[in-house]
């Protein structure tokens, strides 16, 4: 499988990039990566590691889009970035998926209009995979959409359940809907219209699921608009941060000197590593014709290498083929009720 | 002070919340408590306890709301409920706020109606604080209003501003808008134009705050619709219930036996206790024309009794007028723009 990676996206481009290529492909040698971006800058690092053995080539990008650029600016006028080669080089057939730890929202507007959406999809969706205390479950949209109509909601649901299957190798994933409130009528305009469209369709729906229950592991499928979704992801970073800086300061001022403290940081380190997003490699968007990865802009080696593996298991496992199969399903059981109707 | 406390209201009532009261008229003097509620099965647990000396009695309401009813419903067919009658008795005078667990959509639909709105606040919103790495900041709307204009946003700064210049005794309260990018762009159609009024008026305004950075302290208010502040309040409760249960199974499977058990207990117990809600004793409704204190609907003794003193605190320094009179200004100026245009 070959890997078009964006060189230059993320927050330690390029060099934490190219050591999380070196990674990926040390331990999986199916894969060959695509350094895509400046070629001088990305020559000078990779000419500071040892991997002339490696299946990895450089593929030349003039531009960088920034963080902070809109996408419609970015399309319009990056037209060599190497957001956009590295999606060329997808629609063009030289690479099978691509990974990127940069401007998200340019990602998806570029893979939109290079690659396109499956056929039905209106959408595409962010779908993440967080931690719950059993085990993980996928959270979707997180971050494409930020104003979603019912409909969208919907077809997130459609698509999160296939992928789920595949990801979490389960028969069933149970699809759960954000809201303010178990009960079928709490929620907001968006959530009760889009409950209705859920509940009719062959998803296996659980109904609402409350903001403090997503991390139980009652449904393995959590969906939501981007806006909400972003927000809730991001609150989670930012919380489980924060509570494990928390407890740092109280062990360091009121329990140092008292007892083993190297039993104490054992149980952080494996808190972290269960709980690192970069365990997880990145999070697909679900709904373009081909294989597209985006990762955090705070992506490290670790994560650049987990989102390279993720879009090779992605390509490699025909999972674009199941979610069409599935949304084909859901579409022709929906036109069905249509004309029955 | 008299407060009017919902009796029936929450998972535990009405033994919880008369523990409540007893707590706190034991420890503040200037209050009393009129449990409203079924008298006999008030009398029944009263009766239990030895509070033969404090200022405490009981006003009997016939029916009780449940969790899952509608606001509407409720206001039309539950004219005798613990809510109704609790709200009814700050409208005649006969208490000067009123602390309910039970459901909080209820309650303000409630207030709305009985009580109404202070001059010029299109909508209420509850506003409830929650713990930071530096202190803590408050959150707006956590819940009241699903579906909001960016109007009602604007307005919830200029409240949220001004109580947050009251309970944590600070002269210029930072107050952002909760978003999905730190970007002035950024967001989704309602926080653009939040943005925008927010940024022209005189509320001392940072920005877009993410959901990662609210719990590090970098504004004092928080603002947002109801449907995200529900979400983002529960996500929190959620998580930091999960972690701590995750690094208590850590400690359990891995650690046991190898160092002093009570330090890690010990510094568990501490940081329960600063990030517990109940610290903080419930939220006020916002705009409402009277005090009224919306407590979580699993509230313990203690947050029953924290609401209580909060809801004391409120009529008693006279933040309803504080509040008038910075929203008189902020609607005065904005008049004054409006004509100058």
């Known amino acids: 499988m070959r890997i078009a990676l964006d060189a230059m996206g993320g927050d330690f481009a390029p060099a934490t990039n190219i050591d999380g290529a070196i990674e990926a492909l040390s331990e999986n040698r199916d894969l060959s990566v695509i350094l895509v971006g400046n070629a001088s800058a990305v020559k000078a690092e990779l000419d500071k590691r040892d991997c002339s053995r490696l299946p990895i080539s450089i593929q030349h990008a003039s531009e960088v889009v920034e963080m902070d650029e809109s ?28 990974v990127s730890a940069g401007n998200s929202g340019v990602v998806m507007a570029t893979a939109l209009y290079v690659l396109g959406k499956l056929p039905g999809v209106e959408r595409p969706a962010i779908a993440a995979i967080m931690p719950s205390l059993k085990d993980h479950f996928l959270l979707l949209d997180a971050g494409a959409n930020v104003d979603c109509k019912p409909l969208h909601l919907y077809q997130f649901a459609v698509m999160g359940e296939a992928y789920a299957k595949f990801i979490f190798n389960i028969e069933k994933p149970r699809v759960g809907l954000l809201s303010i ?157 249509a004309t029955n109707e």
Chains 1, 2 share one sequence.
């Open 71 to 98: 996408p419609l600016m970015a399309l319009r006028r990056k037209k060599d970035s190497s957001i956009r080669v590295a999606i060329n080089m997808v629609k063009a057939g030289d690479a099978d998926a691509m």
């Open 181 to 337: 409130g178990e009960e079928d009528a709490k929620g907001n305009e968006l959530t009760k219209e889009a409950f209705k469209l859920i509940k009719g369709s062959n998803v296996n729906f659980i109904g609402n699921i409350e903001g403090q229950d997503i991390f139980s592991g009652e449904a393995d499928v959590v969906v939501c608009d981007g806006f909400v979704g972003n927000i809730a992801l991001k609150v989670s970073e930012g919380l489980a941060e924060t509570i494990v800086e928390m407890l740092k300061r109280e062990f360091m001022e009121h329990a140092q000197g008292k007892g083993d403290s190297s039993v104490f940081k054992d149980v952080f380190k494996r808190f972290v590593k269960r709980t690192d997003y970069s365990e997880y490699g990145g999070a697909p968007l679900l709904g373009i014709g081909n294989p597209c990865i985006i990762c955090h802009g705070r992506s490290t080696s670790k994560a650049i290498k987990n989102a390279i593996k993720v879009a090779g298991a992605f390509h490699g496992k025909g999972i674009l083929d199941v979610i069409s199969s599935e949304f084909n399903k859901e579409l022709s059981r929906g036109e069905s009720v």
